[in-house]
């Protein structure tokens, strides 16, 4: 079933397909986008004994997240990146593992501004990663909570069940669609990610590197 948030309305799910064909069609179309990167991180994170503290994220972990730059289907343009914040901490067994406020970087996957003969604007916006120690923590499945409301008019938002649309995130089409900086959305992390080990302060220094002698001028 396709959910039009917008509008408050369940579309059968014999009409899914119809309704989804915009989105599909926008994100096929976007203009001289590179391909995503295939994720590369591990699909499950590993074991842990009962006692010891989390060290990974599992996939599909719940992320929010604050937008620090002003989109929409007028100003933003297909191709160009975004960026936003980490509103709450990333927390696993209680234990804080990506702290507020921990930058991250979007893309528009594909803007259209709407017509003067009534053509709908379109925007297709995707939440690539977490910047974390200067470690990207890749994301997916971005989707704002307020879409269909004052802020951005008459707005049909739809959630479909379709793979490429899950990992791009979030479709929007209306009349003036607006996301001012800090609107609020959620997305879920793609794949296991593993932190890198605490470093041991008690650990003795590195020595070093021994200082060559200088070389001394042959006598004559």
Same mark, same amino acid.
């Given at each position: ?8 309305? &369940?579309?059968? $799910? ?8 915009? +989105?599909? #069609? ?7 986008? +590179?391909?995503?990167?295939?994720? =590369? ?33 007028? @100003?933003? #343009? ?22 507020? %406020? =921990?930058? %991250? ?20 916006? $995707? $939440? ?16 704002? &909570? $307020?879409?269909?409301?004052?802020? @951005? ?23 003036? @669609?607006?996301?001012?900086? %800090?609107?609020?959305?959620? +997305? ?13 302060? +008690?650990?003795? &220094? ?15």
């Amino acid at each position: 079933m396709v959910l039009l948030v917008g509008l408050g309305l &369940a579309v059968p $799910a014999a009409l899914a397909q119809d309704a989804a064909a915009p +989105a599909e #069609k926008a994100v096929k179309s976007a203009p001289a986008l +590179a391909p995503a990167a295939p994720l =590369t991180g591990p699909t499950t994170c590993p074991p842990v004994e009962p006692d010891a503290e989390p060290r990974c994220i599992p996939p599909l972990t719940p992320v929010l997240l604050l937008t620090r730059t002003h989109l929409g289907s007028k @100003i933003s #343009k297909s191709g160009e990146m975004f960026e936003f914040v980490l509103d709450q901490p990333v927390t696993v067994n209680g234990k804080v593992l990506v702290p507020a %406020g =921990t930058r %991250g970087v979007g893309e528009v996957v594909h803007a259209k501004k709407s017509g003067g003969s009534g053509a709908s604007g379109e925007l297709v916006l $995707a $939440a690539r990663y977490l910047d974390v120690g200067g470690r990207k923590l890749r994301l997916r499945s971005l989707h704002f &909570a $307020a879409a269909g409301q004052d802020r @951005i008019g008459t707005v049909t938002t739809m959630s479909v069940a379709s793979p490429a649309l899950a990992l791009v995130g979030f479709f929007v089409k209306g009349k003036g @669609i607006d996301l001012p900086v %800090g609107t609020q959305a959620d +997305a879920k992390t793609a794949e296991a990610f593993l932190l890198d080990p605490p470093t041991d302060p +008690a650990a003795p &220094a590195s020595p070093p590197a021994a200082t060559p002698e200088p070389v001394q001028p042959l006598s004559q």
